[in-house]
């Protein structure tokens, strides 16, 4: 099992950063491939980015893209989202997610709301 604790969310206005921490325990992480995925009020949870087990290959929605970054350190068994020029419809609950083949493992969320 991997438990996964995300922080970092908080009311930023609108251009401004946040940078989102995913610690996980449990399991060391590096096997996984990490996710972050967010969930606006009243839609469904999207896809905002993911990064190889190595760290080496990274992918974006393109709604994020040039203004997200994702990366990891295997040794502090952490994932990270660095968020700028963030706007109102980035407002979320962001989640991190650790998959390895049929193993999937979610965190609770933290919330990031951007104001006009």
């Known amino acids: 099992q991997v438990q996964l604790v995300e922080s970092g969310g908080g009311l930023v206005q609108a251009g401004g950063s946040l940078k989102l921490s995913c610690a996980a325990s449990g399991r060391n992480i590096s096997t996984y491939a990490m ?24 992918y974006y929605a ?15 068994n952490t994932v990270s989202l660095q968020m700028n020029s963030l706007k109102p419809n980035d407002t979320a609950v962001y989640y991190c997610r650790a998959k390895a083949g049929p193993d999937e ?11 006009s």
């Open 105 to 115: 493992f979610w965190g609770q969320g933290t919330q990031v709301t951007v104001s």
């Open 62 to 76: 393109n709604s994020v893209k040039g203004r997200f970054t994702i990366s990891r350190d295997n040794a502090k």
């Open 35 to 58: 996710d972050w995925f967010r969930q606006a009020p009243g839609k469904e949870r999207e896809f905002v980015a993911t990064i190889s087990w190595s760290g080496y290959v990274t």
